[in-house]
């Protein structure tokens, strides 16, 4: 064999599992026939993030005057702003120091399309390239509807490439991506609507998280429409507007809009691979995997979207490192997925780790939640972010911590900080003795579990 583990893309989940395999001792080589860094770095996660951070000082601006500090009317300039994102997409490019450290582990790049041609054997742009093991970190890609008029709309990925800030938009798609770009646009002063088939947005996060965001949104303008009977099409006028039809909640509806973002849908690419050659078995445009994130032929891994469990990077990483150790070290690691915390930055911002109140009630109705209201606690109040709160569901017979789950300001962070408690299995008495920094987010965290053990009728000191 040329290589021991060969690699087939370069994005989270593709870096972790050459790197961790190199590490092991494995010859190692990752094929990317684009920009190492996949579309988290390039045109998802960061470029969102730099977005948002825009949204945010742009909101923050505005309410300045609260605080006795005076500014005029602040403005966009859309052109610089994508000339920050990009130059931050660089910026962190060279900060993750991917070329480095492939040297340093003795990585080999492959540029290239790979496609099986037998179960160990990949063609590379015609080249032939023989592994041991194989891991597919392919990713997935944003999808068009198969409607009328779809190729007036535009993906997440393309909104960098819109010449000017609209000022209004329709998007598609009520999941993380289509929320995050909701509150984007929104803070910078463009009219939106959010619509989804789903009954609620953010489905995959605890109920009364959705709700929250939901209510968040309409609080300042934003239209929400879920549970529509689908989207009829988009036609574009002559003067370059777009308008778009769907078959609301309350029958059918229309919008005169400057762009229309597609965030409906995150499906595999895995098209083009050949994995028919090597005899790997695709469901619902997905590999499925074992435990050890092994598709149906044993020596073929896959780790990140493409397998269909999670979509995110975080757990990108978790699955890359995984799958590599189980290719050199023979399978025995597997991936816990509930202790991999998942949110947004939304206006307000949202997160969660583990189960849902509705999961967790489902497993034992006797389980105990608890809710702290933002407005409770000293640093929200501060800063005029009292919107939002943390659930706290627990084991009412073990104590132990089933899930968390938070809207408002900093809820990415606060979670996390449970999300670490949970991994290291410290309990609700335990946590509820830690002392938390003040005035911070954090010590919600601390009142959460105190009023977890008083309702368990025990003290919290």
Known sequence: MDFDVLVI???????????RAAE??????????????????????????????????????????????????????????????????DRVLDAKGYGEAMQQLDITLLKGEASFTSPHEVSIDGRPVSAASVILCVGGSARRLPIPGTEHAVLPSDVLDLPELPDSVAIIGGGHTGAQLATIFDALGSRVTLLDLAPRILTTEDHDVSTAVTDGFRSRGVTVDV??????????HDDGALEIRWQGTGGAQSARVGAVIMAAGWPANISGLGLEAAGVATARG?????????????????????????????????????????AVLGAHRTTPHHLLPEGGFTDPDYAGVGLTEAMARERDAQCA??????GSVERPIIDDRE???????????????????????????????????????????TLARVKFAYPTYSSIIG??????VRGAGKDSW
């Open 9 to 19: 893309g370069a994005g989270p989940a593709g870096m972790a599992a050459a790197t």
């Open 24 to 89: 092991l001792g494995a010859r190692t080589a990752v094929v990317e026939r684009a920009r190492l860094g996949g579309t988290c770095v390039n045109s998802g996660c960061v470029p969102t993030r730099v977005l948002a951070k825009t949204a945010r000082l742009y909101r923050e601006v505005r309410t300045a005057r609260d605080y006795g500090i005076v500014v005029h009317e602040p403005a966009v300039d859309w052109q610089q702003l994508i000339r920050r994102v990009r130059t931050t997409v």
């Open 227 to 236: 549970g529509i009977g689908g989207v009829d099409g988009i036609k574009k």
């Open 286 to 326: 997905a590999i499925p995997v074992d435990n050890y994130l092994r598709s149906n032929v044993p020596h073929v891994f896959v780790a990140g979207d493409a397998n269909g469990t999670s979509m995110l990077v975080q757990a990108a990483v978790f699955e890359g490192e995984t799958a590599a150790e189980n």
């Open 369 to 374: 939640v608890v809710v702290v209201p933002y």
């Open 387 to 429: 919107q939002g709160f943390l659930k706290l569901v627990t084991d009412r017979h073990r104590e132990l911590i089933l899930g968390a789950h938070a809207v408002g300001e900093n809820a990415v962070e606060v979670i996390q900080a449970v999300a670490s408690a949970m991994a290291a299995g410290t309990d609700v008495a």
């Open 447 to 452: 009142h959460a579990a105190r009023k977890a």
